[in-house]
């Protein structure tokens, strides 16, 4: 059984930078692919990014250019950079970890961006 327990939410100013990180424990290996994903107010959740193990990372059209994802593997820990923060991008930030095709979830960090 994974954990995932994250962390670094929190109010920003249009504009404005915030880091999320989330660690993983409970897996013995290295796990295959971790990510983020948000649900904004009143929608479904959403993909923002992924990494695999072996440095693949695919992210959201909107935030292409905003939002960086790095993994450091041997803390089976996953990051999100978020600069240029927009009001749109305010949500709930969910950490992800797929290993053995079954999917883990953190609890969930809010991040919201005030105008």
């Known amino acids: 059984q994974v954990q995932l327990v994250e962390s670094g939410g929190g109010l920003v100013q249009t504009g404005g930078s915030l880091r999320l990180s989330c660690a993983a424990s409970g897996s013995r290996v290295m796990i295959n692919t971790m990510g983020w994903y948000r649900q904004p107010p009143g929608k479904q959740r959403e993909l923002v990014a992924t990494?695999?193990?072996?440095?693949?990372?695919q992210y959201a059209d909107s935030v292409k250019g905003r939002f960086t994802i790095s993994r450091d593997n041997a803390k089976n820990t996953v990051y999100l950079q978020m600069i240029n923060l927009k009001s749109d991008d305010t949500a709930v930030y969910y950490c992800?970890?797929?290993?053995?095709?079954?999917?883990?979830w953190g609890q969930g960090t809010q991040v919201t961006v005030s105008s």
């Open positions: 992800n970890a797929r290993q053995f095709s079954v999917d883990y």
């Open positions: 990494a695999t193990r072996g440095g693949i990372t």
